[in-house]
Antibody, heavy 117, light 110 residues
């Protein structure tokens, strides 16, 4: 059974860099796309970007200049960095596994990241 | 890359059916058979219930069904149960290695 366990700082100040990591248990990074999705409080879901085992990445165009997704295959982990955060980046961030396009079958527990001065 | 449009709310009595629409464009929903649906209960992570327009992952009851016509995808929940009360989101491949979600629909079981 695949499980995703994520962690990272939950409170940031404006202009800081958001950093989250997701460990994949019970499966390998190989053969899948690994994404980050966020959900502002009380709002809908937003796809941020993805990486595959060969470290090919794709990002949402409007976030591309601030986002970096990386993977450490030796640790079976992947990470998200989002620079220059503002209050608009306040959200629950989820790490997810994708196989078929747009089909995310395993989700992390979510991390609430709050940006506040 | 705008969010797909869903009705804010839908409701039905136990045992009835409810259908949720998800409207996009020729660049996403109409252009690819990669539409998924997710169920999200309060405080929980979303759960995949439909992928590739109409396929159900293992363990998802056949009360959940999906379809697509043109730029609109639909999710039907038949035989509504109290546990089906949740938020539902659609998602579609939008080309050029991008993905878009719907605005979300809150389903209430009366």
């Amino acid at each position: 059974q695949v499980q995703l366990q994520q962690w990272g700082a939950g409170l940031l100040k404006p202009s800081e860099t958001l950093s989250l990591t997701c460990a994949v248990h019970g499966g390998s990074l190989s053969g899948y796309y690994w994404s980050w999705i966020r959900q502002p409080p009380g709002k809908g879901l937003e796809w941020i970007g993805e990486i595959n085992h060969s470290v090919s990445t794709n990002y949402k165009p409007s976030l591309k200049s601030r986002v970096t997704i990386s993977a450490d295959t030796s640790k079976n982990q992947f990470s998200l960095k989002l620079s220059s955060v503002t209050a608009a980046d306040t959200a629950v961030y989820y790490c997810v596994r994708g196989g078929v396009p747009a089909a995310y079958d395993y989700w992390g527990q979510g991390t609430l990241v709050t940006v506040s001065s | 890359q705008s969010a797909l449009t869903q009705p804010p709310s839908a409701s039905g009595s136990p045992g009835q059916s409810v259908t949720i629409s998800c409207t996009g464009t020729s660049s996403d929903v109409a252009g690819y058979n990669y539409v998924s649906w997710y169920q999200q209960h309060p405080g929980k992570a979303p759960k995949l219930i439909i992928y590739e327009v109409s396929k159900r992952p293992s363990g998802v009851p056949d009360r959940f069904s999906g379809s697509k016509s043109g730029n609109t995808a639909s999710l039907t929940v038949s035989g509504l149960q109290a546990e089906d009360e949740a938020d539902y989101y659609c998602s579609s491949y939008a080309g050029s290695n991008n993905y878009v979600f719907g605005t979300g629909t809150k389903v209430t079981v009366l």
